[in-house]
């Protein structure tokens, strides 16, 4: 599989890094000389890492990382600078996560290639977009403790309706949590959970409309994700649970293994499943278990 790695630097430095990544067959760079190039490139290629220089023609290496949390949060980057971190403005720049390879290191040039395949195996390190009021959500969602109520059958039931409605081959409805997507019910494969940086429901969740993704292999967020490929999810559509108080605590979604489109009238039917699996945690948590919600 081609790694392709987007370096970032000036006219006169970019040659510099690419070489330092030529030698190492698994990785592909793509050089660019300006924020607005790498932005442009972050949007429309599936890359694994970004290699970038603090000082650009117009902006901050910042300014890049900053765009890709935005586009591709799970894929890596790499501040490669012979600027010292105390002279880096990090102010405008909540959470963002970077590598820092000070580049006037005598082996600076050798340890690069090395560092770039490091990140790109292990590390999620600019993680996952959230919420700006995501404690507020936490508090929302576990306000329903659904441990506590008795559901299962009654959305084991309703993701039953979703796969036959929309023919699809597995269908969920899942909370998110903090750090992971548990999945209440699952038609069409046996889900428990996904860690939150491997969903695309984290994508999802800050849309008011529901998500499509048609193909994920033209998607530059989730093409190099390898949990989603091992789980054959190949399209995507998703719908909020949105709460009385208008916290998004999960999705209800829709998954095939082939690309595939959804009509409009199929999203709003996703939309009315997703109003449905709300209002049975509302009608659980208002009455308990006295009553047998059917669908």
């Given amino acids: 599989m081609v790694r392709k790695v987007l370096c970032v630097d000036t006219d006169e430095r970019v040659t510099d890094v690419v070489s330092a990544l030529d030698d190492d067959e698994q990785l592909t760079p793509i050089s660019v000389t300006s924020v607005d190039s790498a932005v442009d490139v972050i949007a429309q290629e599936p890359v694994v890492c970004v290699v970038t220089a603090y000082d650009l023609p117009d902006g901050t290496g910042l300014d890049v ?4 949390k935005t586009e591709s949060p799970q894929t890596p980057s790499i501040l490669f600078t012979d600027v ?9 720049f909540d959470e963002v996560v ?3 390879l000070n580049r006037d290191l005598p082996d600076a040039h050798d340890r690069l290639g090395f560092i770039v395949n490091d990140v790109i195996e292990h590390s999620a390190q600019v993680g996952f977009l959230a919420p700006e009021d995501e404690s507020e959500r936490l508090e929302t969602l576990a306000a329903y403790d659904v ?3 008795p559901i ?10 979703i796969a036959g409605h929309l023919d699809v081959a597995v269908s969920f409805i899942g909370l998110i949590e903090k750090d992971e997507e548990n999945f209440l019910a699952c038609t069409g494969a046996d889900w428990d959970s996904l860690t939150r940086e491997d969903t695309i429901c984290t994508h999802s969740m800050l849309q008011e409309d529901v998500m499509v993704v048609e193909d994920i292999d033209t998607d530059s967020r989730f093409s190099e994700n390898e949990q989603l490929k091992n789980l054959g999810i190949v399209s995507y559509a998703g719908a909020n649970m949105t709460a009385p108080d208008g916290q998004v605590i999960g999705q209800v979604c829709a998954l095939d293994h082939e690309p595939r489109e959804y009509s409009t ?3 709003e039917t996703l939309e009315q499943y997703a109003e449905t699996a709300m209002e049975i945690l509302e009608l659980r948590r208002a009455v308990g278990s006295d009553v047998e919600v059917s669908i």
């Fill in 65 to 68: 990382v900053d765009a890709l």
């Fill in 84 to 92: 010292s971190p105390a002279e880096i403005d990090t102010a405008g």
């Fill in 98 to 100: 970077v590598e820092y």
């Fill in 147 to 149: 441990e506590e109520l």
């Fill in 152 to 161: 299962e059958d009654s959305f084991d039931r309703l993701t039953d309706l």
């Fill in 265 to 267: 009238a199929e999203r």
